[in-house]
C-alpha cells in the first residue's frame, strides 16, 4: 500500500506546522464566534453612531433595471436592532440552510456508512484502479461535485478521506483534497450547472448598460470551465501528493476519535461482493424511477412552465432529495446482500445513529446561524465591498491589470460574503460596464470573477461547512482544530489562485474563446 513519505520537513512544512500549532491555540469555534458577534454588535454601534453609508448602483432583480441604491451600517445595538436580536434567534438558524441539507444527506449516507457499502465501494474502486490515479480521480470528482451544489461538501469530502483511508493513507489528506475541490472551485464544472444560470442573467442585464443588444449564453464560459477544472485538476493532486501528503505522514490510527473506524483492509469478502451487487442493482431500480420522472415531456420533476430539466426545475432544485435516496437505497440494498442491514429497523437505527453524531455541529451551526444573521444585518460586509470596488473601479490602469485586481478585490470579499450570487449582484453593475467600455467582453468578466470567489471558501470560517470539515477531522485526529484545517488549506489556496489566474491572463492574452 501507499505511503506518505517520511522525508525531512522542508521549510514549508515547517511553516505550516507553525500556522496550525497556533491556530489550535485559539478557543473552540464556538467561543470564536460568539467573540466575533461581541465584535459585529460593538462595531455596528460605532460605525452606525457615525452615519457611515455607501451608494452605488444596482440591478433590481425583479425589473432587471438599474437603480440607485444607498447601503448604510445598521446599528445592533439601537431600539431595532435589539428587536432584531431577541426575536429573531430561532428564525435565523431555521434559515440556515446548511443544516438542513446536512442532515437529510445524512440520512442516507448514515445507512450506506453503517451498511458498509462506503467502505467496501471504495476498496473496489481502490482495487480496480491504478494507485497513482486515486489522488487525480478524487480531486476530478470533488471539482465537478459542484454539479450537486452544497451535497458535494456532505458527500464527497468524507468519502475523499475513507478512500485515503483505504489504502493506506493519511486520511486527513484525504478530506483536504475534498475540501480544496468542493469549495476552492465550486463555481467551475465540466456541465452547465444552475449557479450559472443566475450569475449570466446579472452579467446580461449589467451588459446592456452599455450595450442594450449585447447578450452572453448559458455557455459563456464553459471552455475556460472546462479548462479550469483540467488544471485545477492536477494542482490539487500535485499539492497533495507532494505537499500536504509528505507534511502529515503515515497515519497514526491511535489519534482516532473513539468509535472511528481505521480498517485499512482492502480485499472484498464474498458477503462484501454480494452486497455491492445488491446495491447495484438498487441503485439500477432508482435510476429507472427517475427517468420515468424526469425524461419524458411533462414528467413531473421537469419545469411546469418551460418544460427544461437542467437549470430552474424541481429536478435541480431538490438535488438533496436524489443524493440521498442514491445512499438510502444503494446502502439498504448492499446490506441485504451482505447481511449488515436487513430490516427496516435496522434501517432506522442507522440513521439515529448517524444523527447523534451530528449534535456538536449542529450547535456551532446555531452560533454560527446567528453570527452571519447578525453580520449580514448590519450591512458591513456590503459596505466593504462597495468600498474595495470603488477603489479599484477609480484606479487608472489597464484592462488586465484591472482584471486581476478585480479577482484579488472579489478574494478579498469572499473571506466576509461567501455567497456567489449575492457578490455578483453588487459587483456585475460595476465591474462588467467598465471593462466594456475598455475592450473587454462580460465573458471574461464574469471568468474572473469564478476565479475569485472560489479559493477563499476553503479558509474563511462564514464558509458554513468550514465547521463541518474541522469536525471530520476530528474524526481522525481528535486533536484537529480550526489551526489544522487553515494549515492544510493554505497551500491549496496558494496553488490554485496562483495557476488559476496564471490560466486566465493566459487564456486572455491569447484571445481564446471564453465558450459557446
Same mark, same amino acid.
Given at each position: ?12 512544512q ?19 464566534f ?20 455607501v ?50 444527506a445524512?440520512?442516507?449516507?448514515g ?13 473496489k ?6 494507485p497513482?490515479?486515486?489522488? +487525480?480521480?478524487?480531486?476530478f ?40 475541490g468542493?469549495?476552492?472551485?465550486? $463555481? ?29 449564453g ?5 471552455w ?40 485499512q ?18 441503485l ?20 411546469? $412552465? ?6 430552474? &426545475?424541481?429536478?435541480m ?6 443524493i ?9 440494498? +448492499? ?15 442507522a ?13 456551532l ?8 444573521? +447578525?453580520?449580514?444585518? $448590519? ?6 465591498a ?7 473601479? &477609480? ?29 455578483w ?21 464574469l ?10 471558501? @476553503? ?8 465547521? @463541518? ?6 474524526? +481522525? ?18 496553488? @490554485? ?20
Amino acid at each position: 500500500m501507499a505511503m506518505e513519505s517520511t522525508a525531512p520537513k522542508t521549510t514549508m512544512q515547517r511553516f505550516l506546522d507553525g500556522v496550525e500549532k497556533v491556530g489550535n491555540m485559539v478557543p473552540h469555534p464556538v467561543v470564536i464566534f460568539l467573540i466575533l458577534i461581541g465584535i459585529v454588535i460593538v462595531l455596528s454601534a460605532v460605525l452606525g453612531l457615525f452615519g457611515t453609508q455607501v451608494s452605488y448602483e444596482r440591478i433590481n432583480p425583479e425589473t432587471h433595471k438599474i437603480e440607485i441604491a444607498s447601503t448604510a451600517i445598521r446599528s445592533l445595538l439601537n431600539a431595532e436592532g435589539i428587536r432584531f436580536i431577541y426575536s429573531s434567534l430561532v428564525p435565523n438558524f431555521m434559515a440556515f440552510t446548511a443544516v438542513g441539507l446536512m442532515i437529510a444527506a445524512m440520512i442516507g449516507a448514515g445507512v450506506a456508512e453503517e451498511s458498509g457499502l462506503v467502505t467496501a465501494l471504495i476498496r473496489k474502486l481502490v482495487i480496480i484502479s491504478p494507485p497513482a490515479a486515486l489522488t +487525480y480521480i478524487l480531486a476530478f470528482v470533488a471539482i465537478t461535485a459542484s454539479i450537486a451544489a452544497d451535497a458535494g461538501y456532505l458527500v464527497l469530502i468524507p468519502l475523499a478521506g475513507i478512500a485515503y483511508l483505504a489504502v493506506g493513507r493519511n486520511p486527513m489528506a484525504g478530506l483536504a483534497l475534498g475540501f480544496a475541490g468542493v469549495a476552492g472551485a465550486f $463555481t467551475v464544472n465540466m456541465l452547465i450547472k444552475p449557479l450559472d444560470a443566475v450569475l449570466v442573467e446579472f452579467t446580461n442585464d449589467a451588459a446592456r448598460l452599455v450595450d442594450p443588444a449585447r447578450t452572453i449564453g448559458l455557455a459563456s464560459n464553459v471552455w475556460f470551465s472546462v479548462a479550469s477544472v483540467v488544471v485545477l485538476t492536477i494542482t490539487i493532486a500535485f499539492i497533495t501528493d507532494r505537499i500536504v501528503g509528505p507534511r502529515l505522514g503515515p497515519y497514526d490510527a491511535t489519534k482516532a476519535a473513539e468509535g472511528t473506524t481505521t480498517d485499512q483492509a482492502a480485499l472484498l469478502s464474498e458477503s462484501e461482493s454480494r452486497g455491492l451487487r445488491f446495491a447495484g442493482f438498487g441503485l439500477l431500480g432508482l435510476i429507472v424511477v427517475f427517468l420515468l420522472l424526469t425524461v419524458p415531456s411533462g414528467a413531473p420533476l421537469r419545469n411546469p $412552465t418551460t418544460g427544461e430539466l437542467i437549470g430552474n &426545475s424541481p429536478f435541480m432544485n431538490g438535488l438533496i432529495a436524489l443524493i440521498m435516496l442514491i445512499f438510502l437505497t444503494s446502502g439498504w440494498c +448492499y446490506g441485504i446482500g451482505a447481511g449488515t442491514v436487513r430490516t427496516l429497523t435496522d434501517v432506522i437505527a442507522a440513521i439515529e445513529k448517524s444523527i447523534k453524531g451530528l449534535g456538536g455541529t449542529i450547535f456551532l451551526f446555531f452560533i454560527l446561524s446567528q453570527f452571519v444573521a +447578525y453580520f449580514t444585518y $448590519t450591512n458591513m460586509g456590503t459596505v466593504m465591498a462597495l468600498s474595495l470596488a470603488g477603489v479599484l473601479q &477609480s484606479a487608472n490602469i489597464g484592462a488586465l491589470p484591472l482584471l486581476l485586481g478585480f479577482i484579488v478585490v472579489v478574494a478579498i470579499i469572499d473571506l466576509l460574503l461567501t455567497g456567489a450570487i449575492a457578490k455578483w449582484a453588487i459587483f456585475a453593475p460595476v465591474f462588467v460596464p467598465l471593462l466594456m467600455k475598455l475592450g473587454v467582453e462580460p465573458e471574461a468578466v464574469l471568468a474572473a470573477y469564478r476565479i475569485g470567489d472560489s479559493p477563499m471558501n @476553503m479558509i474563511t470560517p462564514l464558509n458554513a461547512y468550514f465547521a @463541518m470539515v474541522v469536525g471530520l477531522m476530528q474524526k +481522525y485526529d481528535r486533536n484537529a482544530g480550526v489551526g489544522t484545517l487553515v494549515a492544510l488549506m493554505l497551500p491549496y489556496l496558494a496553488g @490554485m489562485f496562483v495557476v488559476w489566474t496564471a490560466l486566465f491572463v493566459v487564456w486572455k492574452t491569447l484571445g481564446l474563446p471564453w465558450g459557446l
